[in-house]
């Protein structure tokens, strides 16, 4: 196989079709010398004459050389090509951002806020990924996402982030349960009731737990379990039990009536909303722009 660069086969086409060393110098903005060195390496590399050099005259292909001519015009031709390509794909990947949070958060917390981001950023490819709290957690460990947002009561093991928001969740049940509409709820007798849960799939779950830990209601009972967050509202709306869950997540059915507040003394329930970035590679520019974007949405929501 001939070894030789694509710069020897560009100062050799430049020969060949400005007829002299020095034209093809001028042409490539180079010295005479460097374009002989070139076409002497691609002669002893193919180990035959290439150009015939004459005195006063303008160089010929050999044999040889003309049917290089053919084969350098192709390669270069190709590595234009490739070189156009790799330079789209490149800034394709410059301009892509892939954002991975909890389902809740997708669901609930976010779509303002991408929304607007995508409208600002109309070049940049966003791809939101709504995961558990473990499966968002190794998408930015391993590097298959570059940022992520979750809710969570501390801060995150191996992965750099910030606070950007405290997101407050609330307890609710039926119009009819025999707590609602009461004032002063102590958490010792909310947790005296039933409760309805999400299914949480790893990683949620226990910090659930130690939210309400926290809040003084530990141990309750638990009296159904769903995965899908609309059938456990369904469930508390029924009076089938209470439900712990975002305050956003039952506004609508709040401001109707179909479900209620249960107004428990202390502090509000509360959790940490979380942006973090891939710790495998320094964030890019449009990760950067997003993460201030997030950040700036929720200071703006907060003020």
Known sequence: MLNVSVR?????????????????????????????????????????????????????????????????????????????????RSQSASRQVVLACQPAVANLLLPPCLAGFARDHP???????????????QHLMNGTADVGCLLARDALPSLPSDVIAHVTFVIVAAPTHPLAGRTAVSPQEVARHQFVRATHRLGFGPQMNAMLERAGIADAP?????????????????GVGMLCTLARAVEREVASGLLTVIRMTGEPMRME???????????????????????????????
Do not use: K, N
């Open 123 to 137: 070049d940049t490819d966003l791809a939101t990924l709504a995961a558990d709290t473990d499966a968002v957690v």
């Open 222 to 238: 638990v009296v159904a379990r769903a995965t899908e967050s609309t059938v456990v509202r369904a469930m508390a709306m029924a």
């Open 8 to 88: 020897s086969l560009e100062v050799f086409v430049a020969v060949a079709e400005s007829g002299s060393f020095v034209a093809a110098a001028d042409r490539l903005g180079i010295t005479q010398p460097s374009v002989s060195d070139h076409i002497r390496s691609l002669e002893a590399r193919s180990q035959t004459h290439l150009v015939q050099r004459r005195r006063g005259r303008a160089g010929q292909l050999t044999d040889a050389g003309l049917a290089l001519l053919a084969h350098a015009r192709a390669l270069l031709s190709h590595a234009s090509d490739l070189s156009d390509d790799l330079s789209r």
């Open 273 to 303: 909303l979380r942006l973090a970035h891939t710790p495998c590679r320094r964030p890019t520019d449009t990760a950067l722009r997003l993460m201030r974007h997030v950040a700036a949405h929720f200071a703006a929501e907060s003020s």
